[in-house]
């Protein structure tokens, strides 16, 4: 298998998608592809004993993190996210893993490798830690203002991802609110409802954001808007208590002591929520697949983007859900052939 | 100073309120008065010994958590909630405490109550922990789907409420979006921002829900849908961090004598982040206070429930928003006298 990885996209680079790809093509069974300026990479990649699995494919252009994306797409046409959306279109890699821009990687992605037929825009998937296991949040930042018929591609969507890459069997989707209760919620959420309850998902109406890290849900619709506030809270939360146990600890000598004892349960505690092992977001919907990591990813994390990437291919996903749309009812699908139709 | 207790609402009923109001009478310098079943309320009290500053107010009806508020609101005119209300009103208390319904609360307290001129309706506020302090979140529930100008008003009550409660002469005004820049945002933030801008406030933008724990804003201005999902997931990673940390320190030696030693720093991290220590959530925008606190409110928290209200009371907050808000520009008041109009 193939997966390229942005090597201009991040915070970091090219040190950390370089360094991320060398994790991955040692430690998983793949074949990188780094898309970026073939100079600076060759060097690097000479520097660091030139790794067996790494293949360059060169890209001029680099699309800045804080670059407009409508700007970007149409102006740098030769960047490194066009480059590497045109390899996942041409079928010369099965994944693209980006840490670079994200409006721009879903805008380049989606106009050069294209939708899935029925869905409208793609979406942004999560992965959560819960109690019991893991969750998926669709649309995490994708469609800031998605319509009903939007939410019901998202839950199918997130219904494929959580039975292929999560394991679930049967995964249970909740709609996103602030109560229970069918009635529950905006305009968009209530007529969401109706339309999820007659799809052929194992609906379980509306989860409260308290539900949520609980395990209620495997797959959890929301908006984009609201699914970006969810999860930056939530990370934002953990950055919190980890900087208030930190200054707590160290107020004593008890303090001091347990948390030397307790270091490794600490360890294994932001193993299973840590961003870092979650590898990243894929934009689901899209013809094959791009993960879209956090701009400060380190290797680790952005090695994991590629392994995402690689059970998402390996499990076939698009295709999983391009069959599934095909059987919703029309007015849950995206309309074919005109994008200016606005049912729902 | 007097406040009120709704000695009905909430999960634990009437043990939690009346214990709630012996704790306040006993630490606060305030006099309780208990809403409810006088026969009930008087055996109790008198089981704990008659503690004085405690005064019995009887209501005979009881919204129940799950009634539907519409419903209660005009079908049980004589219950705790309507009789607590009525006190707010006539002056005979400074502030009302329910751990009630919440809907019923607020639907009944506005109308009872009446809204303070130039606010279209109530706003929740809730007190979040910071990392350098703490922030208020308006609106955090109360309007699921507010116009642009009634965010102005949330943010100039939370304003003053910073500024008298929290203690922050000039307290940032941020909103809630998932980007800074101006333009991000979906519609309603798109507004409110250049609403914003042209307010009295010290409005410095849109602030992500990343910011929020990092203490950037003082006052964190949203939709009540927005706002709910924020809080109840913050929660929740609370709650399943406590969760996953338990189960990972009791698996080892070290783990376990390390949780021990740091017994008192996991204490002093709980003050600083439970519920139960911030004291409900107030009602903003009505002539008087109401305090909301979560149906599973503790004796303590509902304690803290009436030193938020006495703090609300002797500040006059109130007046100052009445002030505030008659100064402001009229597209961002609530019209006068025609509920109908629909401008922003």
């Given at each position: 298998m193939r997966i390229a990885v942005d090597a201009m996209g991040g915070d970091h680079v090219p040190e950390h998608p370089v360094n991320g790809a060398i994790l991955a093509a040692r430690e998983l069974d793949v074949e990188v592809v780094l898309v970026g300026d073939e100079a600076v990479l060759r060097s690097h990649l000479t520097r660091a004993g030139s790794p067996a699995g790494i293949k360059i494919v060169h890209a001029e252009q680099v699309i800045a993190m804080d670059e407009s994306p409508a700007t970007a797409m149409r102006g740098k046409r030769r960047s490194s996210i066009h480059v590497g959306a045109r390899l996942l279109r041409d079928g010369e890699v099965q994944g693209f893993v980006s840490a670079g821009n994200t409006g721009a990687v879903m805008a380049v992605v989606k106009v050069i490798v294209g939708s899935i037929p029925g869905v409208d825009r793609p979406a942004l998937a999560v992965v959560l830690p819960t109690e019991t296991g893991r969750a998926v949040v669709v649309?995490?930042?994708?469609?800031i203002e998605p319509k009903s018929r939007q939410l019901v591609q998202f839950a199918v969507m997130g219904q494929h991802f959580a039975r292929e890459i999560l394991g679930v069997e049967r995964p249970r989707v909740g709609l996103l609110s602030i109560g229970e209760e069918a009635g529950k919620g905006n305009e968009l959420i209530r007529t969401a409802h109706g339309m999820l309850s007659e799809a052929p998902l194992d609906f379980i109406g509306n989860v409260e954001a308290g539900d949520l890290y609980g395990g209620r849900a495997d797959v959890v619709v929301c908006d984009g808007f609201t699914g970006n506030i969810l999860l930056k809270a939530s990370e934002s939360v953990v950055e919190m208590l980890r900087a208030l146990l930190r200054e707590e600890f160290s107020r004593t000598w008890g303090g001091r002591i347990g948390a030397v004892l307790a270091r490794g349960a600490f360890r294994r505690l932001r193993q299973r929520v840590d961003y870092e092992e979650l590898g990243g977001a894929p934009l689901l919907g899209v013809r094959g697949l791009a993960v879209i990591c956090h701009g400060r990813s380190s290797p680790r994390a952005l090695r994991n983007g590629v392994r995402v990437a690689m059970e998402y291919a390996a499990h076939d996903v698009s295709q999983r859900i391009e069959e599934a749309l095909a059987t919703l009812r029309p007015v849950a699908r995206a309309p074919d052939g005109d994008p200016t139709d606005t049912r729902a």
């Open positions: 649309d995490a930042g994708a469609n």
